[in-house]
């Protein structure tokens, strides 16, 4: 069945030291496109997870938030940039004896200034967290697809209704289209009649206006046309596989049929079928431009 593009899905998980957070929330894109927030030291793991998740979705704007925090002290260092503290504590002296100030600073208090105390972690194998992330990574895309798969469900009953009001209008054409040239049967032999009086018709003449007619405002090809894009369309909205891009082209192709039927038609009544058909076409749009 279709799946949506807007999802959302979060997992958290402890493994060997390590508390791993990653969260995926997405909305409609013409592509993928992808954007990510990941620590600065671990910016190694930013085009693994894209091609991961690129792998699993294929369509929508999917912003990507990788959290990762060591439980484990032994693998952070913090030492002093003893060159910064100088300067600080140089400076402090300066100011102290050119203001005539009371020196009431400590080592505390310097280690409070920017950059004097730098917290150094342990070389990390890139492969060991990279596998504690994918790992994290693919409960929180089980659960972003299940979202997506939630409101394809959704977005799969809408149109599969909408395609069985348009097949409901486009039998009425089909049986509302013969009528037609009927009634401009006998509308042309009354008002020849009306013209000639009692004078025999020629019936050879009026056969050939009538088929005329009937070849303009013929919409039996468009119908079956019609039919076969609305039973493609409903096999799409079955389908597994990414259709978003194909149902668009399809909705164009069933939006150029009903266009050609409401111009051919010479009736009235059935121009006001491809009104309704139209509107639930504008509503399938609507709908496909969130399908992945």
């Known amino acids: 069945m279709v799946r949506s593009m807007t999802g959302f899905g979060r997992a958290v998980k402890e493994l060997d030291g390590y508390v791993i957070t990653v969260e995926l929330k997405s909305v409609n894109h013409r592509y993928f496109e992808f954007s990510s927030r990941i620590p600065r030291q671990y910016g190694f793991l930013d085009d693994k997870i894209k091609s991961y998740i ?22 952070a260092e913090v030492v002093v940039n003893n060159t910064l503290a100088s300067a600080y504590v140089k400076a402090l002296k300066e100011i102290e004896e050119t203001y005539d100030l009371k020196c009431d600073y400590g080592a505390s208090t310097v280690s409070r200034y920017p950059d004097v105390l730098v917290v150094k972690k342990a070389e990390e194998d890139e492969e060991k967290i990279w596998s504690y992330v994918k790992e994290t990574a693919d409960e929180a895309i089980d659960k972003f697809i299940e979202m997506r798969k939630a409101e394809g469900e959704k977005m799969f009953c809408d149109i599969d209704s909408r395609a069985d009001i348009i097949l409901s209008n486009v039998e009425y054409v089909e049986k509302r289209s013969p009528e037609t040239v009927k009634e401009y049967n006998d509308k042309l032999v009354e008002r020849v009649h009306e013209l000639i009086g009692d004078v025999t018709l020629d019936e050879a003449r009026i056969i ?38 194909k149902m668009d082209f399809l909705v164009q192709e069933i939006n150029r049929e009903a266009n050609t039927i409401g111009s051919k038609a010479n009736d009235v009544d059935i121009a006001r079928k491809v009104v309704d058909i139209k509107a639930e076409v504008e509503k399938i749009r609507e709908q496909i431009q969130n399908i992945e």
Do not use: M, W, Y
């Not at 690129?54 to 693998?75: H, M, P």
């Not at 050939?208 to 096999?235: C, G, M, N, P, Y």
């Open 54 to 75: 690129n792998s699993k979705v294929s369509r929508g704007k999917v912003e990507c938030f990788v959290g990762i925090e060591a439980l484990n002290t032994d693998a």
């Open 208 to 245: 050939q206006e009538v088929a005329v007619f009937a070849d303009k405002v013929a919409v039996a090809e468009e119908t079956v046309r019609l039919r076969s894009h609305i039973s493609q369309l409903k096999e799409f909205i079955k389908s597994d596989e990414p259709v978003g891009r």
